[in-house]
């Protein structure tokens, strides 16, 4: 079978920084990739990790280590606006993004 | 940049009826276009997947089914819905090379 893992709850405050590990395990591995989704909306892209290492976007970062099947994403200066859900998702074939379960970030004052 | 229109928003069916929910995609040719279900609070789970016009994968078995008449036009159905159908329906598409999938905002469905 395929699991990613994930925290399902993260409380943070205003203007800290939050980390939100995924582990997985899946029959194949072609990149790690992190979603925001809003509640009620729809997924959105942040990042992609295909190889080992540390990616940045602005506030946000994503690092993948492949040996230890694990990868995490980093929101650096939270806003209130960053209240959200964060899926980590991996592609384990051509057309196949297996995503987590996700883990709900609330920013508090 | 891609851009996918997916509509109704929000649709409330009654068990035993038909469905057809309609995505489109702008700003791609060629795209692979994806349907995924999300439960209340749960991830995202794959539903069907296509590669082309007329070219439909299924990544579990269901009451729905896929079709896909137009290169930008991908379409979810199911000739009789059952309770276990309720879910926010989501289109997706990934272009070529793109490492990141694009998403519509989403069908709420409602089976009642």
């Known amino acids: 079978g395929q699991s990613l893992e994930q925290p399902s709850e993260v409380t943070a405050v205003e203007g800290a920084i939050v980390q939100i590990n995924c582990t997985y395990q899946?029959?194949?591995?072609?990149?790690l990739s992190w979603y925001q989704q809003h509640d009620g909306g729809a997924p959105t892209f942040l990042s992609y990790?295909?190889?080992?290492g540390l990616e940045e976007t602005g506030r946000f970062s994503s690092f993948l280590s492949r040996s230890d099947s694990y990868g995490y994403l980093l929101l650096q200066e939270l806003q209130m606006k960053d209240s959200a859900s964060y899926f980590c998702?991996?592609?384990?074939?051509?057309?196949?993004?297996?995503f987590g379960t996700g883990t709900r970030l609330t920013v508090i004052p | 940049s891609q851009t996918i229109h997916q509509w109704p928003a929000t649709l409330v069916q009654p068990v035993g009826s038909p469905l057809s929910l309609e995505c489109t995609v702008e700003?791609?040719?060629?795209?692979?276009l994806y349907w995924y279900r999300q439960a209340a609070g749960r991830g995202l789970q794959l539903l069907f997947y296509?590669?082309?016009?007329?070219?439909i994968s299924s990544e579990v078995p269901q009451n729905l089914s896929a079709s896909r008449p137009q290169d930008r036009q991908f379409i979810l159905s199911s000739k009789k819905l059952l309770l276990s159908d309720s879910g926010f329906y989501l289109c997706?598409?990934?272009?070529?090379?793109?490492?990141?999938?694009?998403f519509g905002s989403g069908t709420r469905l409602t089976v009642v």
């Open positions: 990790n295909g190889l080992d």
């Open positions: 296509s590669v082309g016009i007329g070219q």
């Open positions: 998702a991996v592609r384990t074939g051509a057309n196949n993004l297996f």
């Open positions: 700003g791609t040719s060629n795209p692979n």
């Open positions: 997706a598409c990934s272009g070529q090379g793109a490492q990141g999938y694009t």
């Open positions: 899946t029959s194949g591995f072609y990149g």
